[in-house]
């Protein structure tokens, strides 16, 4: 859950983090499948920071030929 919140943070959308902190307070007795919606989550942050990342290096490398 440590995660989510650093790729939120990653992102530079403050408010979003701080909303999510709040939620994980009410998430820390939940179900397992709310555990599960978070890990689906995660992959999903995870996998389009990862491709935005890519595609603004390839902008840059684009960009000196």
């Known amino acids: ?20 902190n709040r939620k994980l307070f009410f998430l820390r007795e939940s179900t397992p499948l709310v555990h599960a919606k978070i890990k689906l989550l995660y992959h999903l942050f995870s996998f389009s920071f990862m491709v935005h990342s890519r595609s603004e290096l390839r902008d840059d490398a684009s960009s000196y030929d």
């Open 1 to 20: 859950m440590i995660t989510i919140v650093f790729i939120y943070a990653r992102t530079g959308i403050p408010y979003v983090r701080a909303s999510f």
